[in-house]
């Protein structure tokens, strides 16, 4: 009786089509007050889990794929442990901090507004460090050393952890199992950095080697200097 009864609540859950986060809550809600067997429980949840990614995608226009990806809000996904790195290190250093939370939440790859937004970032704890801000060159710099850092950080994706083509602007929209995995060494900030946006509007963040602000290339003995010091970057960092 208790296998039958399973089979016919999964069936009727993998039957609902389009739920919202709503409805979504009032099942979780009801199947944690229903003290079913744990192991009904358990099919019933990951049932449930699987609803919430398909709601997620649908929701924020997502989808798992292998190319480019966003993440509008992605300095709500940083925990105190990140932030807290980020504070303490250079902004070549914190390229790795960056790049590891990316890949703890399904991140393989960053679409433009990503990577200028984690670059941003990364200008932004550097300027409340030194009280300076790099120029626009050295930033540029960063975003391909972030590129490369992404690729070759050590840390492995989470099984749970979707590779989504655009992630939500509030990190608890995530399904349930996909936040536990992204999330385990600590819960998601959701600081605001003040100014941030102004230092993205402006020319202080180019990730364009054609950007009017950015020399490099334009210049060959310039050019040639800052492949030199990239290159160094690159060995420190890792």
């Known amino acids: 009786m208790e296998v039958k009864l399973c089979t016919a609540l999964k069936r009727k859950l ?48 997502g989808k798992v794929i292998q190319g480019a990806q966003d993440c509008r809000t992605f300095y709500k996904y940083l925990t105190e442990e990140d932030i807290s790195a980020l504070q303490k290190s250079n902004m070549w250093e914190g390229c790795t901090t960056v790049a590891k939370r990316m890949k703890l939440l399904g991140i393989r790859g960053m ?46 994706v989470p099984a749970s952890a979707l590779s989504l083509a655009q992630y939500p602007d509030d990190p608890g929209s995530l399904s349930s199992s996909h936040f536990d995995a992204s999330f385990q060494g600590g819960k998601p900030m959701k600081a605001d950095f003040p100014g941030l946006a102004g230092l993205l509007n402006s020319k202080v963040v180019p990730v364009r080697m054609s950007s009017a602000s950015v020399t490099l290339g334009k210049d060959p003995c310039l050019f040639k200097a800052w492949q030199i010091f990239f290159c160094a970057a690159c060995m420190v960092c890792n």
Do not use: F
């Open 111 to 156: 679409k433009e507004n990503l990577k200028r937004l984690a670059c941003g970032i990364l200008v932004w704890h550097e300027q409340q460090r030194t009280n300076k801000l790099p120029i626009p060159d050295s930033v540029y710099d960063l975003s391909q050393h972030l590129v490369h850092t992404l690729q070759t950080v050590a840390m492995e």
């Open 14 to 61: 993998q039957l609902m089509s389009n739920v919202s986060s709503t409805d979504l809550v009032l099942c979780y809600d009801a199947l944690k007050e229903a003290n079913l067997p744990q192991t009904m429980h358990c099919e019933l949840i990951a049932v449930l889990d699987k609803l919430a990614v398909e709601e997620v995608e649908v929701k924020t226009a």
